[in-house]
């Protein structure tokens, strides 16, 4: 049972969660605001303003440093794996993306009831990972810093 919760008491996992879960409601506002629609099902969808994948691992890793200090190896591995992630969101998966679309075009052209199409909508652009990736330490730093874990805060509630 402890270990239930110390798993609640991980204010890096919780705020770093906390603030992908917002980048996606984000997606709404932005999308609002760029199409004049309102989606609330962008909101489980990938790709698009700002990049969720960003928010999250830039806010776990500026949490691991703010809790473990900048100057730990376990932070500087974070550091790595953020540029991965941000590098696939804005390179891999936005080529993936785009090729998903010529393939639909192409698909169309050769069968025009053909109803079987590729997902586009993968990757980021780099403006869309450079938002998501100042979200993240903005979250989970406020957060960390003001507020503390899920469990304290559950705790100050409820006294």
Not at 5 to 23: E, K
């Amino acid at each position: 049972m402890a270990e239930v919760f110390s798993f609640f008491n991980n204010s890096v996992l919780f705020w770093s969660l906390l603030s992908c879960l917002l980048a996606q409601f984000f997606k709404i506002v932005f999308n609002f605001f760029s199409t004049g629609e309102i989606r609330f099902g962008i909101m489980f969808e990938t790709g698009g303003m700002p990049s969720s994948h960003s928010a999250l691992i830039t806010g776990a890793t500026s949490g691991i440093g703010y809790e473990l200090g900048f100057d730990s190896s376990i932070f500087a591995l974070s550091v790595a794996v953020a540029l991965i992630v941000m590098y696939d969101a804005s390179g891999v998966r936005k080529s993936a993306g785009i090729q998903a679309a010529e393939i639909n075009k192409l698909s169309k052209k050769l069968d025009p009831q053909s109803e079987i199409l590729l997902k586009e909508t993968l990757g980021h652009t780099k403006i869309e990972v450079m938002v998501g990736s100042f979200l993240g330490p903005l979250i989970t730093l406020t957060g960390m810093f003001f507020l503390g874990s899920p469990l304290k805060i559950f705790n100050l509630l409820i006294n």
